[in-house]
């Protein structure tokens, strides 16, 4: 009978895809392990993990509304509700370790791991640890992370630099870029943007973009892949049609089910800074421009983005700039192939490709 992980965590593909992946590396490692995850009910690991082959378990737990006291009311009895079924799941499962990944499912399944003695590992992607995170790490045995520095959040002893793992099939890009370019209905000979607004999309960055579609969509030497998000698509796709803009020159998406075509297409990229994302876009080793949301906990994707930055390995725009010039920051880096150069050299080398064969294998070491 092979060992029992148990995986926890999601609430976005920055927790949902290093998970699997990290599931995947198991399986790979030791064929008859039995791995179970555990998620928050109506967040998109509920679909995302059974997809990838999976059982999962939905706990009824919510992060803090920042914006709604009275939405946190409930928020005290979900969560000792949460942890009674974070237990009794670990209980019928029959666990031998508990992985966190982040997301709002990692917080109840890891306390209750830890009030049972179980052996737990916390796998942190960001450069700025969360608070539930830094919690949890008081009793985890390892604390996986992406970045240099987190002894600051978490005691040394402990740490493994790792960086987060990746959708080994999102990367392979070699030898793909003149099929990438046909599925796309795009031209070989211009060059390609591609626009990431994260897994659920960025109004924001739909916004920008928009700012400037009859700009864009005269380039004769650029053309765009435009990932909307699948909330806003409609609405883009509507006024996309309204455009003057050259026929096939801005091609919008709702999703990237290929991630490793848009990559391969791409002469340029232009993405949130979400700790999954960066990780992946470091293996591609594409020039970035990096615009971070700052509607998350602690700012992380700033400091996620700046991690890259201090390297010379991305370049940076805030939000506040975003808006005047994102899109003219773009063509000129696209236009300096010296500068494009350099950062691509740069960002290859932080790439840490193997990451979940790193945990994975970390996590049977707890076992054994």
Not at 44 to 71: C, F, H, W
Request: net charge neutral.
């Amino acid at each position: 009978m092979g060992h029992k992980v148990i995986i926890s965590g999601g609430g976005t593909g920055g927790h949902v895809f290093p998970a699997i992946a990290i599931a995947n590396a198991l399986r790979r490692m030791e064929p008859d392990v039995e791995i179970l995850f555990v998620g928050a009910n109506g967040r998109m690991e509920m679909d995302r993990v059974p997809e990838a082959g999976y059982k999962i378990v939905g706990l009824d737990i919510q992060g803090i509304d920042r914006n709604s006291l009275l939405n946190n009311l409930a928020l005290p009895f979900k969560l000792i509700n949460s942890l009674i079924k974070a237990r009794k799941t670990i209980k019928e499962f029959g666990a031998d370790v508990a992985v966190g990944v982040g997301g709002f499912a990692s917080g109840p399944l890891l306390m209750a791991a830890n009030n049972m003695g179980m052996p737990t590992l916390i796998q942190e992607q960001n450069s700025y640890a969360g608070i539930t995170n830094k919690l949890l790490g008081k009793k985890a045995q390892k604390i996986c992370v992406a970045y240099e520095g987190m002894d600051a959040f978490f005691p040394a002893e402990k740490i493994m630099l790792t960086g987060n793992p990746i959708r080994r099939d999102s990367v392979a890009i070699t030898g793909k870029r003149e099929f990438a370019l046909q599925v796309f209905g795009l031209q070989p000979h211009k060059k390609t943007i591609l626009i990431i607004g994260g897994s659920l999309g960025a109004k924001q960055m739909n916004g920008y973009v928009l700012d400037v579609i009859h700009e864009l969509g005269e380039k004769e030497d650029v053309q765009f892949i435009w990932q909307t998000g699948k909330r806003y698509y409609e609405h883009m796709q509507e006024i996309l049609d309204m455009s003057k803009v050259i026929p096939g020159n801005v091609k919008a998406v709702p999703f990237l089910e290929r991630m490793d075509l848009a990559y391969a297409a791409a002469d340029l990229i232009i993405s949130r800074a979400g700790a999954g994302t960066i990780s992946e876009l470091c293996v591609v080793g594409k020039p970035v421009i990096l615009v971070p949301s700052p509607n998350v906990a602690e700012d992380h994707q700033t400091k996620n983005a700046k991690a890259l930055v201090a390297k010379e390995a991305a370049v940076m725009i805030s939000e506040a700039d975003a808006k005047h010039t994102m899109m003219h920051v773009a063509l000129a880096l696209l236009a300096d192939e010296a500068k494009c150069a350099s950062l691509s050299t740069e960002i290859e080398k932080m790439a840490k490709p193997d990451a979940d064969e790193t945990i994975a294998r970390e996590i049977l070491k707890m076992i054994k």
